[in-house]
């Protein structure tokens, strides 16, 4: 289980998250939604170890999630995809991703790519090659080459059309039933997301306003304005 008890986070004088507090169990699927700037990069940077100024305290099953020390995070299971296309762009995507298992295990690249398939299909293929749907996929799986245990993502279809958004939510929703990996997903596609989550957040000036069914936030329209 993820805990999140009573963090707060800056950034210099400026604070961004608020008493947030929050519990999210063994291979659930959570989209977090809200303005921009509403703070949902930073929860989830703060749930990787990526925010050194903060307090609270943050742990992962038995572990506490050391502020400034991600390398640790990431060793006890915990996965951040950051926003953009981070692929090395000179290599193949067969490189790609066993550059990113080297510390766990390289062979995971043929799990990665049942669960990607454009990525089998185009292994020899140059990174920058590729679409950007395509390296969005390829960022996922080198997220996954780490076997994390719960996977954070800041917002994978940015950019994307909306035919691709569909595909890659939907590879998503794949990690977390076929190999039980707890996804946390930050989305601007809020429509698309929620149709592939089971459980929704919604921030707002870094308090959570909202924390429901998914199926609620999709089907009552008095809510949409939280987003
Ligand atoms: N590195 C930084 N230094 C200073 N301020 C920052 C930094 N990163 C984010 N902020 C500020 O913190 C606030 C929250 O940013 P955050 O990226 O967490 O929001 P968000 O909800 O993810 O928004 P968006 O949807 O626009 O990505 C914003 O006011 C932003 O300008």
Redesign the pocket.
């Known amino acids: 289980m993820l805990n999140v008890d009573n963090v707060n986070a800056y950034?210099?004088k400026?604070q961004?998250l608020h008493d947030l507090s929050l519990k999210i169990d063994d291979g659930e699927r959570v989209g977090i939604f809200?303005?921009?700037?509403?703070?949902?990069?930073?929860?989830l940077k703060s749930c990787v170890g990526d925010m050194a100024h903060m307090t609270g305290r943050i742990e992962y099953g038995d572990r506490r999630v050391v502020p400034g020390q991600v390398h640790l995070n990431v060793r006890a299971g915990i996965a951040f995809v950051p926003?953009g296309h981070n692929v090395f762009r000179d290599l193949t995507v067969e490189q790609n991703l066993r550059i990113s298992g080297l510390l766990h295990d390289p062979a995971y690249s043929e799990t990665v790519c049942r669960i990607f398939p454009v990525l089998g299909q185009r292994k020899r293929h140059l990174a920058g090659s590729m679409s950007g749907g395509q390296q969005q996929m390829l960022a996922l799986g080198m997220g996954l080459m780490t076997r994390p245990s719960l996977l954070l993502l800041?917002?994978p279809t940015t950019g994307l059309a909306p035919i691709i958004v569909k595909d890659v939510l939907e590879c998503i929703r794949r990690v977390n039933q076929d190999e039980g990996t707890t996804v946390v997903i930050?989305e601007?596609n809020v429509q698309a997301a929620l149709k592939q989550v089971e459980r929704a957040l919604v921030?707002k000036s870094g308090r959570i306003i909202f924390d429901g069914p998914s199926q609620q936030l999709l089907q009552e329209e008095s809510l949409w304005h939280l987003f």
């Open positions: 950034y210099g400026l961004v809200g303005h921009n700037g509403a703070g949902k990069t930073t929860l926003q800041d917002e930050v601007q921030i």
